[in-house]
């Protein structure tokens, strides 16, 4: 006893040291209830209000108000819209943190209410099946070709105006419905019902749904959404129920020739009444994937979402990226000029040999990725470069900020169209837009990436090759080239393409 008076008698002698221990006692216990894992804060954002958090700021998620926020936040930003937590990853460091070191986490798709219940409770899957594509793309670039040619006026050097981001979008859906549904169905009849169905998919898919944000107010359908998503259902169900039955009465054996997507995947249609000896090529899915007719439609509808839209708006990016720098336009005829000639057509076995057509390729996506947003959930909580990310928060990547970011991309420049930097010698030699490298990711990475980029890139380079050598284009006389962009599922180009060709080849066209 005599001892603890004379510890505390000491102790009162000097105020300082127990001020010192009290304050070593607060920090050791904050230390320790960290380490019991108090959960790190959340991304820094704009401050939230009650019930809606940042529900006004709805218009500023686009990629370009995105790269603003981050601007000023940071490489992570964190809002809250409802209830839903969404994060954004802006900076190529973060890109990779999220696409890579938390793929697992980090890689499910987050479905409005309009999404699920359009793909039939997500009844679609990655698409994996684009043989029949890949023969049809040839037939595109022949259709651009001969469009193109037949827009030029029949006297030869004429100043017609071709709208050619009209016949790109034009053509690159013919493709994939003919790709689809062969000429008997979506290639011939059916297209015209689709594309207007598709469209209003596309609306709905993008369409802002209160109830996807403050699920308890989703059954008063405030924004009016549920007839317009049962009538876009059932006007998809009829049209591709018909098609189905035209191909289970008129059946070409997979593998053939004439075989599309359809008979292909009615191979293995399980709804207790297909003969399954129609289908040939001996592949070893079947006897062992079935298919229902919901699923069919899903992946009908993944092949058209995202084989159409994407394709066409790169190639009208890369057309109006070369009219709008006629140095890169001419370096790239004068290519083609060296190794293909004039007097014969580009083909898929030059593509190889054209590095600077590779870069403008490169150098367009880079610049205009046609999907701006990657659009990712967190199926369990995860920390994200020091910050908390809760599960079932919606994760964006940012890949047109990625893209261009001023540190990974040459400061200033990082906004030019500049092809030449991936070429040998040039300060972007050796990077990848497949994945690899998180500074440039037009295709996304890791297990949600694009399925189809050999087939996009292709299709790309060899329209864009046999357009630009094929013809001399200029922007027509009076006209402003408008470099402007739009914001929907994809960002295509604020206004489509015009421009006057000229032909260059000594062969026939
Ligand atoms: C230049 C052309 C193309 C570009 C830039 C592109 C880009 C992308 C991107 C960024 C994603 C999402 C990646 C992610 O969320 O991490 C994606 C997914 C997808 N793409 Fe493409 N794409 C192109 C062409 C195509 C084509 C031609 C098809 C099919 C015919 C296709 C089918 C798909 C499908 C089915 C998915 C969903 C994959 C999944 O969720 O697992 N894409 N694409």
Same mark, same amino acid.
């Given at each position: 006893m005599a001892s603890y008076g004379a510890v505390a008698d000491y102790l009162l002698q000097d105020p300082w040291l127990v001020i010192w221990l009290a304050m070593a006692t607060l920090a050791f216990?904050?230390?320790?209830?960290?380490?019991?894992?108090?959960?790190?804060?959340?991304?820094?954002?704009?401050?939230?209000?009650?019930?809606?958090?940042?529900?006004?700021?709805?218009?500023?998620?686009?990629?370009?108000?995105?790269?603003?926020?981050?601007?000023?936040?940071?490489?992570?930003?964190?809002?809250?819209?409802?209830?839903?937590?969404?994060?954004?990853a802006s900076s190529p460091e973060h890109a990779r943190e999220v696409l890579q070191a938390h793929d697992g986490e980090l890689s499910n798709r987050p479905a409005s209410i309009a999404i699920a219940y359009l793909t039939y409770g997500r009844a679609d899957m990655a698409f994996s099946h684009?043989?029949?594509?890949?023969?049809?793309?040839?037939?595109?670039?022949?259709?651009?070709?001969?469009?193109?040619?037949?827009?030029?006026?029949?006297?030869?050097?004429?100043?017609?105006?071709?709208?050619?981001?009209?016949?790109?979008?034009?053509?690159?859906?013919?493709?994939?419905?003919?790709?689809?549904?062969?000429?008997?169905?979506?290639?011939?009849?059916?297209?015209?019902?689709?594309?207007?169905?598709?469209?209003?998919?596309?609306?709905?898919?993008?369409?802002?749904?209160?109830?996807?944000?403050?699920?308890?107010? #989703?059954?008063?359908? *405030?924004?009016?959404?549920?007839?317009? $998503?049962?009538?876009?259902? @059932?006007? =998809?169900? /009829? +049209?591709?129920?018909?098609?189905?039955?035209?191909?289970?009465?008129?059946?070409?054996?997979?593998?053939?020739?004439?075989?599309?997507?359809?008979?292909?995947?009615?191979?293995?249609?399980?709804?207790?009444?297909?003969?399954?000896?129609?289908g040939g090529g001996g592949d070893e899915l079947q006897g062992t994937l079935r298919l229902t007719?919901?699923?069919?439609?899903?992946?009908?509808?993944?092949?058209?979402?995202?084989?159409?839209?994407?394709?066409?708006?790169?190639?009208?990016? #890369?057309?109006?990226? *070369?009219?709008?720098?006629?140095?890169? $336009?001419?370096?790239?005829? @004068?290519? =083609?000029? /060296? +190794?293909?000639?004039?007097?014969?057509?580009?083909?898929?076995d030059d593509l190889d040999k054209l590095p600077f057509l590779k870069s403008v390729a490169m150098e367009t996506l880079r610049l205009h990725p046609p999907i701006p947003l990657l659009l990712h959930e967190a199926s369990t909580d995860c920390v994200v470069g020091g910050y908390s990310i809760p599960k079932g928060s919606r994760v964006l990547v940012n890949v047109w900020s990625v893209g261009r970011d001023p540190a990974a991309w040459n400061g200033a420049g990082a906004g030019e169209f500049f092809p030449a930097r991936f070429m040998p010698g040039g300060e972007a030699e050796g990077v990848d837009l497949r994945g690899g490298c998180f500074e440039l990711l037009p295709f996304g990475s890791g297990r949600r990436a694009c399925p189809a980029v050999v087939l996009g890139l292709y299709e790309m380079e060899l329209v864009v090759a046999r357009l630009v050598h094929a013809f001399d284009w200029a922007v027509p006389a009076g006209e402003v080239l408008d470099m402007g962009d739009g914001f929907g599922l994809t960002a295509p180009r604020a206004v489509r393409l015009r421009a006057v060709p000229t032909p260059r080849l000594t062969c026939e066209m």
């Open positions: 216990a904050l230390l320790r209830s960290r380490r019991r894992g108090a959960p790190p804060p959340l991304p820094p954002g704009p401050r939230p209000l009650p019930i809606i958090g940042n529900l006004l700021m709805m218009g500023q998620l686009t990629h370009r108000g995105l790269a603003a926020m981050s601007a000023r936040y940071g490489g992570l930003v964190h809002l809250r819209m409802g209830r839903v937590h969404v994060v954004v684009y043989g029949h594509f890949w023969r049809q793309s040839t037939n595109l670039v022949r259709s651009i070709a001969a469009a193109v040619n037949a827009g030029d006026g029949d006297d030869g050097g004429s100043e017609a105006v071709v709208e050619i981001g009209e016949l790109i979008f034009g053509l690159s859906k013919d493709v994939i419905f003919r790709a689809a549904f062969g000429t008997r169905g979506g290639g011939g009849g059916h297209g015209g019902e689709l594309e207007i169905l598709l469209q209003e998919f596309s609306r709905l898919f993008g369409a802002f749904n209160i109830g996807d944000f403050i699920p308890w107010l #989703a059954w008063l359908d *405030l924004n009016g959404l549920n007839g317009r $998503l049962r009538a876009a259902r @059932a006007g =998809l169900d /009829d +049209v591709i129920d018909r098609i189905i039955d035209e191909h289970v009465r008129d059946a070409t054996p997979a593998g053939d020739e004439d075989a599309d997507m359809v008979d292909d995947m009615l191979v293995f249609l399980d709804e207790g009444g297909r003969d399954e000896s129609g007719r919901d699923n069919i439609k899903g992946i009908i509808m993944d092949f058209v979402f995202g084989g159409t839209e994407t394709v066409a708006s790169a190639i009208e990016w #890369a057309m109006a990226e *070369l009219l709008h720098s006629p140095t890169n $336009l001419h370096r790239l005829q @004068a290519e =083609l000029a /060296d +190794v293909v000639g004039l007097n014969r057509h580009v083909t898929e």
